[in-house]
């Protein structure tokens, strides 16, 4: 697959993560955009890690989309771990 194709997966992958775990996250769509292109590629070499399959078969592949979601959705757990602790810490 080419880097439009994964960018695009990743843009979708970042908005069903979103829907996944609804909630106020800073930084916005942008950076929920990126996380969901990064997500994508994590999804990607996890499952060639873990399982020892490639998921990046292509674009309408559901191991494709399965993977890039699952990224994206550790990704964003990640990212509101981090950016909830940094919060905090500027209230107290």
Do not use: C, E, N
Request: net charge positive; hydrophobic share 55%.
């Amino acid at each position: 697959m080419g880097i439009i194709a994964w960018i695009l997966i990743g843009l979708l992958a970042g908005l069903i993560a979103k829907a996944i775990m609804p909630g106020k996250d800073p930084g916005g769509i942008i950076v929920t955009m990126l996380i969901g292109i990064a997500g994508g590629l994590l999804g990607g070499w996890l499952g060639k890690v873990i399982f020892g399959v490639d998921s990046i078969d292509g674009f309408f592949d559901l191991s494709t989309w399965i993977a890039a979601i699952i990224g994206s959705v550790i990704l964003l757990a990640l990212y509101r771990l981090v950016t909830g602790r940094r919060r905090s810490h500027r209230h107290a």
